[in-house]
């Protein structure tokens, strides 16, 4: 009798642990999928391939979620999942190169024409910086975090994150600031 009553009650402990782990996963899945998918989206520039790398990267984000300690580092945690899902992709993929450049891709966010031709300059451009560059500045400027932060998720140097993003700003700025750029953002 007393086997069975202590386990009525370990089953009910487990089932409220459940409970409490679901709804803190639901309310990480609400506050940052749009910013994880962001982010996915960025670094692959194709939709389905972005909704499967987000989604892989909250199902691994459920099998370790007890290993999440601070929920203040919950969008950082997520983008370091993500950004090994993305490389995973790349160990166990063959890629079909498609004929379709990514600069064709439409942004259907936009309002209007121009936005989305200042939006596809500016798009087509930070595509084509080096990836050391482009990371972090995608981490800036799409996931919001600071030097630090992003020294964290790469794990690099604060100093050489600073540098990069400086030097990815400026490479931004030089090409921006040409009139042959300028001419074909129209065309």
């Not at 993929?93 to 209007?112: A, H, L, M, P, R």
């Not at 200042?118 to 975090?145: A, D, M, N, T, W």
């Not at 931004?172 to 001419?183: A, H, Y």
Request: glycine residues 4%.
């Amino acid at each position: 009798m007393f086997d069975s009553w202590r386990n009525k009650r370990s089953s009910s402990t487990v089932s409220s642990d459940m409970v409490s782990k679901q709804r803190r996963y639901d309310s990480l899945v609400r506050a940052l999928h749009t910013d994880i998918y962001r982010y996915a989206y960025w670094l692959c520039g194709d939709k389905h391939i972005a909704e499967d790398i987000t989604q892989e990267t909250f199902l691994r984000a459920w099998r370790s979620l007890d290993s999440l300690k601070d929920e203040k580092a919950a969008k950082a945690w997520l983008i370091t999942i993500l950004r090994r899902e993305n490389a995973r992709r790349f160990e166990r993929k063959q890629f079909n190169y498609s004929d379709v450049e990514q600069e064709f891709i439409e942004d259907t966010f936009s309002g209007s024409t121009e936005d989305h031709a200042e939006q596809h300059l500016l798009q087509r451009q930070i595509s084509k910086l080096e990836l050391e560059y482009r990371e972090p500045l995608l981490l800036q400027v799409i996931g919001g975090f600071s030097g630090e932060e992003i020294a964290k998720i790469l794990d690099l140097n604060r100093n050489t994150v600073m540098t990069r993003l400086f030097r990815a700003r400026n490479q931004l700025k030089d090409v921006l600031e040409q009139p042959t750029i300028r001419g074909q953002s129209n065309g």
